[in-house]
């Protein structure tokens, strides 16, 4: 029995000791502009995204996300932009974010409104730049310059 505590104890420290992985997307439609949403909990605009559930592998993550959030369907994905794991890049938790270029298409519609208040797409010239949430500012810099980030 005190065999099974301390598998179970170990995995417990494994799990809360470790970050959580998740993806973070910049959905690109057709005509080029770039799709965000408006978070409930942060009230911020923030690029679409979440964690990577048990089981699941990046490309079932991305297109689960993009559907949750904004109800676009995931077309292509794009480039790898970068890997952020900062501590303090999510004042929640201690999270690693993928960040991805996609190409997406369809009707923006929330389906999660326990998590989202708004999804809206905008151009290049007018993204809503300086306040993002998370360290989606950093992030969507490093996409429009075409750097590719591991920080």
Excluded at 91 to 106: F, K, M, N, Q
């Amino acid at each position: 029995m005190w065999y099974n505590w301390q598998f179970i104890s170990g995995v417990l420290k494994i799990i809360f000791r470790h970050p959580i992985l998740g993806v973070t997307l910049v959905p690109i439609l057709p005509n080029g502009n770039i799709v965000f949403v408006y978070r409930r909990d942060t009230k911020q605009w923030s690029l679409p995204g979440g964690m990577i559930d048990w089981g699941e592998d990046i490309p079932n993550t991305i297109k689960r996300e993009l559907k949750e959030e904004t109800g676009l369907d995931l077309l292509k994905i794009g480039r790898l932009v970068g890997v952020y794991s900062s501590p303090e890049r999510d004042p929640r938790l201690h999270s690693i974010s993928i960040l991805i270029e996609t190409e997406v298409a369809g009707e923006m519609i929330i389906k999660d409104c326990v998590e989202i208040l708004e999804v809206k797409a905008f151009n290049r010239h007018n993204l809503p730049l300086g306040n993002l949430a998370h360290d989606h500012d950093r992030q969507i810099k490093d996409y429009l310059e075409g750097n590719t980030t591991i920080a």
